[in-house]
């Protein structure tokens, strides 16, 4: 029989090996484990009916069934797999390290392949992350800033002066306003999105800083692990203040480029808050062509709000830092931050 390894294994081993989730589509799209190649055993309709036999008739029932439907795909499976592995060692997984993934890895092992499957499968995957981002163990810094600030751009001039950095308005494809799905890919379920955030993080080195933008615990439809998002409170936060000016011309130049019904619609999410009169002179600015009016509305409705999130019982806000600069320049306010978290005696010069 194939042999079975622990998460913790897999995490070791998972740069030299082929993961294959055998688990359905409909699984694989709520969440897997990032890299992961979906190679479902069952289609969704198969697996619904392979289960309501097991509920309704008996397990035995359900088995023969089972085999029914996988028998004339077994030669495909394995042809498949052979393409996809190129010579790799395989692990394969299901939901619980159960029949699915057992059978799997017997046929592909009986196919001459070097094939283990993961003890505890998926569950047990996602156990680990959880635990992980409920008590994380890196050390973060936070980069705040008020609407139109350039953070996220700014976050990625520090990724390219050597500092770590997790964009994690990158990883829930949102930038986290009323505006924030404008030009975005679908974004992922919570739950994918905590296996890409995890995912993103066991890539840096836990002895150096890693830099994230200020955020919300939610992101567009997307929640933050609440351990996290705990972490990341108390963590020190550089806040940088841009003149008013720059930031609109900066959210002209990342939204104005949208179509007009796309732009009134993004303000009509913020409409009670907003107000009537101001909500209508933003679709009158978009309508006019005059969008730096309704950009100059919508940061009015940004300011008051900028701040104003009340913390959770008992956690303790980190230490705050200001840094207010003329410019706008990403290279240089990075610069200023990494100088500046120097400085502080935060953060180890590299």
């Known amino acids: 029989m194939p042999e079975t390894i622990s998460i913790e294994t897999f995490f070791k081993r998972k740069n030299e090996v ?10 694989y799209a709520q ?8 190679f479902p055993l069952f289609s969704n309709e198969e697996r619904a009916e ?22 004339p795909k077994m030669a495909g499976f394995v042809r498949r797999a052979r393409e996809l592995a190129a010579g790799r ?13 057992g059978s799997m890895a017997w046929l592909l092992s009986m196919a001459g392949m070097q094939v283990s499957a993961i003890e505890g499968g998926y569950k047990a995957y996602r156990r680990y992350v959880l635990e992980q981002l409920e008590h994380p163990r890196w050390k973060f810094f936070i980069l705040s800033g008020k609407t139109g600030s350039g953070k996220t751009d700014v976050l990625h001039e520090l990724r390219k002066q050597g500092a770590q950095v997790v964009d994690l308005e ?22 994918h999105f905590a296996n890409l955030l995890y995912d993103a993080l066991s890539k840096t080195d836990p002895q150096q800083p890693v830099w994230l933008e200020n955020e919300s615990r939610s ?53 009670k808050r907003l107000g009537g009169l101001h909500l209508r002179q933003a679709l009158e600015a978009i309508d006019s062509g005059n969008p730096a009016t309704a950009a100059a509305l919508a940061l ?45 005696g935060l953060q180890s010069a590299n």
């Open 300 to 344: 009015r409705y940004y300011d008051k709000a900028y701040g104003k999130g009340k913390l959770p019982e008992g956690i303790q806000k980190g230490p705050e830092s200001v840094l207010t600069f003329g410019t706008d320049s990403e290279a240089e306010i990075a610069a200023a931050l990494l100088q500046k978290a120097l400085l502080s």
């Open 31 to 38: 969440g897997h484990i990032p890299g992961a190649v979906s």
């Open 18 to 27: 082929l993961l294959l989730d055998v688990r359905t589509p409909a699984e």
């Open 50 to 71: 392979v289960g309501t036999l097991y509920k309704q008739q008996s397990p035995q029932a359900a088995m023969e069934r089972g085999l029914e439907l996988v028998g």
């Open 170 to 191: 990158g990883l829930a494809c949102h930038r986290g306003s009323a505006f924030g799905a404008l030009g975005q890919e679908p974004q992922p379920t919570t739950e």
């Open 89 to 101: 060692e395989l692990v394969v997984h299901c939901w619980r390290g159960g029949k699915r993934s």
């Open 219 to 271: 992101i567009g439809r997307v929640f933050l692990p609440e351990g996290f998002w705990k972490a990341m409170l108390r963590s020190p936060k550089f806040t940088i203040e841009i003149p008013l000016e720059r930031r609109i011309q900066r959210l002209l130049r990342d939204y104005a480029g949208f179509p007009p019904e796309e732009l009134k619609a993004a303000f009509q999410k913020i409409a």
